[in-house]
Structure formats: C-alpha cells, structure tokens
C-alpha cells in the first residue's frame, strides 16, 4: 500500500468546511434510502448490518468519498481497514475515480498492512530493529522445530505445524505469553506449548523478525505499554471505516476498539448472517455486542438485493430465520429484479453420489441449450472431498471446468501420497514413488539415509527398492534406520503380493491403515486434516471402479492429461461454499445437502454455535445465485467403499415451501436428522489406527494361530460380525465367517475359498 507523506505531528494545514454546503456529489444521487442513511450518518458509531447483494462496498467507498468531499478530515486522518488486499486495491481505485490523488493519502489497506505500517515506526518498543522480516510459514516451523529439538520435545509426536495453529490462535486472540489462561494450554507439546510460544517470540526478536500474528499483537503490546502513542492515533483518526467486521478476530477488534475510543465515529459494514470463518479465529460475537461495545450506536440495516431473485432470497432469508443468534434482517428484491418472482429453488433427490454429478452436468448441459454460458455457473460444495464425482465426470464427457480456491482432487498431496503407495505396489521400479512415501509417514528414514539408497542404486544400476534390499545386508545404516527400512520393505512386498486376492480399494484400505499413513493425518491436529481424511476415504470408494490398479493409474493419468481447465473461458466452477463468499454466479448447484455432509458431522458435534455456523453457509451458497439455485441430495454414498444412507438435510426442510420446488426424490429417506446408522464411519473411519508394522504382526500372529480361528467363540467382533455369520463380497461373493478380529474377518467363500479380509467390504448376506 502506499505510505502516506505526513508524520503524525507534522500534518499540513487543513481547511475545514465553509458554512455554505456544497452541491451534493453526483454518485449521493444513485443511493437508496438506507444507503444513503448509511454513507451520511458521518458522527458516532453506525453498524451497517449489510445482506448478501446490497451494495456494500458502494456504500463504504461512497461513504469514505463523502467525508472527503464534505470536508469532516483531511484524509491522512481517516483508517479504512479491509480484509484482503483485493478489496483494499478495488476500493483504493473507486475513491480515486470519485475524489482524484486525494485518494491516495487515506489509511487504507489490509489489518496486517496497517499494523505493519504502524510497527515500523515503533518497533523498537518491543525489541525490533528498523528493517526487520516477517517470517512465511516455513520459517515458522523451521525456527519452533529447532526450539522444539532444544527443550527435547519428539517433532514427531506434536509436528511444529500443530503447535504453531496453538500459537497464531493464541495471538488472533491478542495474548501475549504471559496472557494465555493456563486451560488453553492443555496438552499440547506434551503440555509445553506456552513455554515454546516464549522461546519463539525471544527467538525472533533475536534474529530481528515477527510473524504475520506480530503485527498487530506488537501494536497491541506497544498501545498497553506507551499511553501517549496509542493517544496520538486515537486523536489522529477522526474517522474509521471498517469492512467485513463479522470475519474480525479478537485481536482486530481489540485494535479497533482502542483507535476508536477517542472520536467514535466508526463505521463498521458487515453481515452476522455470513459469519463463517470461525475456524480461522473469526468471531461473529464481535458484531452481536456493537451496539454494547459502543453505546448510542446506530444501525441501518441494507436489505435491498440488487443480485437475486425473490424466490431466491425469501429461501435464503427463510432458512437463516432458524438461527437464533443473530440481529436479523430480511432480503428483498430491488430494481428490476423487484418486478419477478423467479424460479423457486430446485430440490432434487438422487440415488447416489455418481447419479448427483450426472444430473447436475444434465441440467448444466439443458441450461447451456437453453442459451446459459458454463461460465456462470458453479458447483458449491461443503467439503472437498466431494469434487471427485464431479471432476470424473467432466472429464469423461469433456466438460470445461475450472477449480477455485483449491487443487484438483488427484493434485491434493494426501492423494498423491497414497497413489505413490499404489504406484510402487504396481510398478516396483518407480523411484519417484519410492522417494516420495520411504519417509512418509515418518520411519526415521532422513535424507542422509536415502542418500545412501541413491549412491548403492548408482552403483548397481538398480531401483531404489531394490537397492534398499541390498543394503539391509550391510552396515550402511545406523541399526534404528535399517530396522525401520526392513519392515518398510517388507510391508511393500507383502502388499504386492496381495494384489492378486484382494480388490484394489480393500488393498489401498489396507496399505493406508497399515502403513500408519492415515493415523498420522487422523492424529494430525491442524485444521485441515479432516478434510484430507476424507479425501483418502474418497479415494478408496474411488478404486471400487476398478478390478486392477494398473487400470487405475492410467486412468489417473489420463485425468492429469485432459486437463479441462486450461485455455477455456466458458468453464463451470467448482469449489467450496468457504470459498464463494463475495462471488456470484446466474446458476448455482448446491450438492450433498445430507445430515453428516451438510451440516457436516463436526458441526454436529460442536453444539448449537457450529449447527448455526453451518446455516450461514448455506445462505452463503443460496446467496451466490442470481437465477437459479439447485439442492440436491443423495440417498445413499459410498465412503470407504460402505455405503451409508443418510436423511437430507434439515436445511432443505427450513427453506419455506412456497419458494421451493421438490422433484426427483423416487421414494429416498427423508426421515429425521438425527444420526444416521453410518456415523460411526463418517467419525472417524476405518478401524483402530493401526501403528507402523502392528498390520503385519496381526497378520503374523493370526497365520500362526493357525486353527485357533476356527474355535473362537461366537461373539460379535467390533466390525459387527461374528463367527457363523453369512456375508457377501463383492468380488469373492458369498461366504461364512469363520473368525473376527478387529476390523478384520476370515471367511470361509462359496468358491473363492478361504479369505482374509476387512469387514468394512462384506455386508450381511440378507442384505444383497
């Protein structure tokens, strides 16, 4: 952004305005009545509870340009403050073309770039030298894992990655260490955690550094420290204008707060009913209390949509009336739009995942008949792991598409770890493969080992799988390192050989539960993780495709080939319902609106708060349409090849009735929204996480048992089944278990013989 020329004491003159008014600027003459209410109620505090489509960034733009033009301060005495650095550049250049170069001298930008421009004056208060860096997220990690090893703390066990999320949300929330309440500590770092966040604040005062959560903590920590600074900016902003307030964090509304205390002529625009970044440090409470935080506030409420239909928003606003908390407002249509009601929302039931995709690519095909351009239109998912579907099937029919916000499914790195797995299981001479998953999860096995893999493969013209052989009858490794590298490779030749027994998603399942590769993401306690372990589930529905892996990685690299994406203007979007927010589309496909799915299972874990964060996000999505807007969902899915039937969501019962239409549902459930018989898949997955090699020794101790299956007693195991139980599979068909442990059963088939198998693929016999 750019600094403004003047010092805070060495201001130039400034003129203020003259007793006759001037004429009222032509872009006051386009607003309507609560608009116009918003851009001139110029002293004390206004909340502008702005809904999805009215206008807002007009309004804040307008309202900035206004204080400006009617004289109220010069503008190096007016903060503006936005979210993304987008919204500062968009608003930079409409006050630009409103007012001229004056424009220029106005606080405006991101929080961190403001932060940041105040600490640079400062930093010497809180230990900084003038040039200091701000550190990017690998060198965050890199310097708490070097003061994680220094206090003996295993990296392995708490990754620095986790125990950095602990210290950003500690500052989000404005805590010093000497701050943090001792029970948000708990056990993390083995209980360490506010020790290490010390170390690491003294660590970059040391190497003249902070981090991005610095920026503002450190003007935070300077305010509490030196009253007369924080008394300068409090006299220097005579006026505040703050965007999107519902995604502010503590720590940004402490900042605002203390600015604001002097004047009080803040403005804040924002929408309670979009609050959906909680789990990023947002706090919806911080709009809930404004009028409590700052006493006499006004509020103007924008309800006039100039975006979507009436059917469209009385959905929207019918769905969003059955949150509790919230300081309610409700849509309308204005302008043309006024003039029709629009299609109602399209509810549409489906049998499964696969026949979801191929209706919302008909419909997207029959809208593009009808004279719609793919471009605008999107698919809005709740979470990641349901683009799969979609993405095979527009690849199989050679439908431009473009992803937004995220990778393409097989570009994730949770799947291109397991694929590495698959890939060296079908084709042994695969070094990239190799070098990839040796570590992965991790085995002890570091780049000085695998160094020493390389140089005996140079030497011997051989893969790396085969050189790794070759030196486990040496001394090359340290004893720890070549004990982890054995059962590495034993594990690897086991699996290979499995491929010839078992289907592929059972042996992909196996290999992810036994290689401990989807413990550690289940144990991995950053935000994103569940999200990844539902991709690997994905996956292995996926391979139930397929009768063979190699058939599987050409169809992978067919997929990468056709890239659908590149070069295309008229494409359809896919992406997150977090990602949509402040975009639209004509045409909106909303999918997978089932308990479990959306609201998602962790939602419905984490009480009313989370039920109600979910709620928003679907008048999030809904919001997103300007024409069209399409529900849908599935009667049944296939996760971890099971298939579970969950009943649709209570969020398509909450939309009113007369703005929706239903169709499709051919006799789905639609029963209550408690939890469905599958939860206990969907929380969590797939059998006791299993260790490194504890796969193996089970199967070691089961071969060794030998006939001690057969006189087990004839007790459920916790898979369900029990000995004498009839069942079938889909590839060996049916059969009669004969023994149960765990998640794993021995079965006597018809006429595959005797197989030993996970239970999540078998079904009782009644069943099929």
């Not at 950095?164 to 500052?171: D, E, F, V």
């Not at 929408?271 to 700052?294: K, M, P, T």
């Not at 007369?658 to 029963?671: H, P, Q, R, S």
Request: aromatic content about 8%.
């Amino acid at each position: 952004m750019i600094d403004d020329p003047f010092e805070l004491n060495d201001e130039p003159a400034f003129e203020p305005a003259p007793v006759a008014p001037q004429a009222p600027p032509p872009w006051l003459s386009g607003l309507n009545p609560e608009q116009a209410a918003a851009v001139k109620t110029t002293e004390g505090p206004l909340l502008v509870l702005s809904g999805a489509g009215t206008g807002k960034t007009r309004v804040l733009t307008t309202r900035l340009a206004h204080i400006l033009y009617q004289r109220l301060a010069p503008p190096w005495n007016v903060l503006a403050v936005t979210f993304t650095n987008r919204a500062a550049k968009e608003m930079r250049e409409r006050l630009g073309a409103m007012i001229g170069p004056v424009s220029e001298q106005v606080w405006l930008g991101t929080f961190h770039a403001l932060g940041l421009k105040m600490l640079r004056r400062h930093c010497d208060l809180v230990g900084l030298r003038s040039g200091f860096s701000i550190l990017d997220t690998d060198d965050q990690n890199r310097v708490l894992k070097g003061l994680m090893e220094l206090a003996h703390i295993d990296t392995k066990k708490w990754p620095p990655n986790i125990v950095m999320g602990a210290i950003q949300r500690w500052k989000d929330r404005g805590w010093t260490p000497d701050a943090v309440p001792p029970h948000e500590v708990g056990d993390i770092a083995d209980g360490k955690a506010l020790e290490l966040y010390g170390a690491y604040q003294k660590r970059l005062i040391e190497v003249n550094a902070c981090d991005f959560g610095d920026l503002l903590l450190h003007v935070l920590t300077i305010f509490q420290a030196e009253p007369g600074i924080l008394a300068e900016y409090q006299a220097r902003f005579r006026y505040i204008l703050v965007d999107e307030y519902q995604d502010a964090n503590v720590s940004q509304y402490l900042w605002l707060r203390l600015l604001a205390r002097q004047h009080k002529n803040i403005c804040c625009v924002g929408d309670d009913d979009q609050s959906i970044y909680s789990w990023r440090g947002a706090e919806v409470g911080n709009i809930l209390r404004f009028e409590h935080d700052f006493p006499g506030a006004n509020i103007v409420r924008l309800e006039r949509n100039y975006r979507s239909t009436p059917a469209i928003l009385g959905a929207a606003s019918g769905l969003i009336r059955n949150n509790a908390t919230r300081l309610g407002k409700d849509l309308r249509a204005a302008g043309s739009l006024s003039q029709e009601t629009g299609d109602k929302v399209t509810i549409h039931g489906v049998w499964d995942g696969e026949a979801e995709a191929r209706w919302v690519l008909d419909t997207a095909q029959s809208l593009q008949r009808n004279g719609a351009r793919l471009s605008d239109m999107a698919i809005l998912v709740r979470a990641g792991f349901q683009t799969r579907e979609f993405e095979e099937r527009f690849i199989t029919t050679g439908t431009p598409y473009r992803m937004i916000g995220g990778l393409r499914f097989y570009e994730r790195a949770e799947i291109r770890d397991a694929i590495a797995y698959v890939r060296l299981l079908s084709q042994p001479d695969d070094d990239l493969a190799f070098e990839r998953i040796v570590n992965l999860p991790k085995r002890g096995l570091g780049d000085a080992s695998v160094q020493v893999l390389h140089l005996a493969s140079r030497a011997q013209g051989m893969s790396l799988l085969n050189a790794a052989r070759t030196v486990l009858d040496t001394d090359e490794l340290k004893p720890r390192a070549r004990n982890s590298l054995r059962t590495f490779v034993e594990d690897i030749d086991r699996w290979a050989t499995l491929r010839t027994t078992m289907p592929p998603a059972e042996l992909v399942a196996t290999v992810l539960d036994e290689s401990g590769y989807l413990a550690m993401w289940k144990a991995d306690k950053a935000p994103e993780a569940p999200g990844r372990v539902e991709n690997l589930q994905e996956l292995v529905s996926a391979l139930e495709d397929y009768t063979d892996l190699q058939e599987f990685l050409e169809h992978i690299a067919l997929v990468m080939e056709n890239d659908t994406r590149a070069g295309v203007e008229d494409a359809i979007t896919l992406m997150t319902l977090h990602a949509a927010k402040g975009l639209e589309f004509d045409h909106v496909f909303l999918p997978g609106w089932e308990e479990q799915v959306f609201p998602h299972r962790r939602a419905l874990e984490g009480g009313l708060s989370a039920l109600e964060e979910e709620r928003r996000l679907a008048y999030v999505g809904l919001t997103r349409a300007r024409r069209r807007a399409f529900v849908s969902y599935a009667g049944s899915r296939r996760v971890f090849n099971q298939w579970h039937s969950n009943p649709k969501s209570r969020f398509v019962d909450e939309i009113p009735a007369e703005f929706k239409e239903e169709d499709g549902e051919m006799g789905l459930t639609a029963g209550s929204h408690g939890m469905s018989e599958s939860y206990s898949t969907w929380n969590g997955g797939w059998g006791k996480p299993s260790g490194k090699g504890t796969g193996w020794e089970r199967r070691k101790a089961e071969e060794k048992a030998g006939q001690n299956w057969q006189v087990a007693k004839r007790e459920p195991s916790k898979s369900g089944f029990a000995r004498g139980d009839r069942v079938f599979h889909q590839k060996f068909g049916y059969g009669e278990v004969i023994a149960a442990e765990d998640d794993k059963l021995q079965i006597a088939f018809d006429k595959a013989g005797q197989k030993k198998v996970m239970a999540g693929f078998v079904k009782p016999a009644d069943e099929v």
